[in-house]
C-alpha cells in the first residue's frame, strides 16, 4: 500500500468517527449538487411573473412562498446558488494564483 493510500484511508476513519465532519460534508455535498443541477431542479422559472400569486405565504406549490411580482422564491434561491458556487470557485481559484505568484516571487 503506498503512503498515498494510506494517507486517504486515515482522512476516511476520521471523517468517519467525526459526525460533525459528515454532517458538513453531507450539507456541502447538497450545495454543490444544488449549485449544478439547479436550473433543473426548480419547480417554477425564476423570471416568471405569476400577479396572482403576489407575496404569498409559503405553501405546498411554492415553499418559500412568492415575491412582490408573484415570482416562486424557491427557484429563485437554487437558481442562485449555482452563481454562489461560481464565485466562490473563482475567486479561491484567483487567490490561489495571486498567492503563488506573490509567494514565489517572496521566496525568490
Known sequence: MSDRES???RAA???RHDPLAVAG??????LV????FGPWLAPYGTNEIDIGN??????ATHLFGTDELGRDVFSRVIVAARV??????VSVGLALVVGVG???????
Do not use: D
Open 7 to 9: 494517507s486517504l484511508r
Open 33 to 36: 449538487f444544488v449549485g449544478i
Open 25 to 30: 460534508s453531507i450539507v456541502l455535498a447538497l
Open 102 to 108: 506573490i509567494g514565489l516571487v517572496a521566496g525568490y
Open 54 to 59: 403576489m407575496l404569498q405565504h409559503p405553501t
Open 13 to 15: 476513519t476520521a471523517l
Open 84 to 89: 454562489s458556487l461560481e464565485v466562490a470557485v
